[in-house]
Nanobody, 121 residues
């Protein structure tokens, strides 16, 4: 089970940190990541990180502004969002990848509930 938190309202240029805690058996998790869905748009990939090696990938739209990290001891993944823009407004979903194939294809096996991030201009 994935529990996301940390959403809220932030002004453009500001920062916000999301957390996603896993209560399941993380030894079977290959990686975790975040997607987002803006109003009227499809869900899109944001970022991902492998659970063991910490290898990361980012969507071009957030590269250089967002940072993903993990705390293996706490079974938690974090998304630090800096220099936020109004177009970052969306419901953010954390996700877990159960194997390398799913990770490579951005096809999570588990989803957390969404957390709303609103960036005001």
């Amino acid at each position: 089970q994935l529990q996301a938190s940390g959403g809220g309202l932030v002004q453009a240029g500001g920062s916000l940190r999301l957390s996603c805690a896993s209560s399941g058996r993380t030894e079977s998790v290959y990686g975790m990541g975040w997607f987002r869905q803006a109003p009227g748009k499809e869900r899109e990939f944001v970022t991902r990180i492998t659970w063991s090696g910490g290898s990361t990938a980012f969507a071009d739209s957030v590269k250089g502004r967002f940072i993903i990290s993990r705390d293996n001891a706490k079974n938690t993944v974090y998304l630090q969002m800096n220099s936020q823009k109004p177009e970052d407004t969306a419901v953010y979903y954390c996700a877990a990848y159960m194997n390398r194939y799913a990770y490579s294809n951005r096809n999570p096996g588990y989803w957390g509930q969404g957390t709303l991030v609103t960036v005001s201009s």
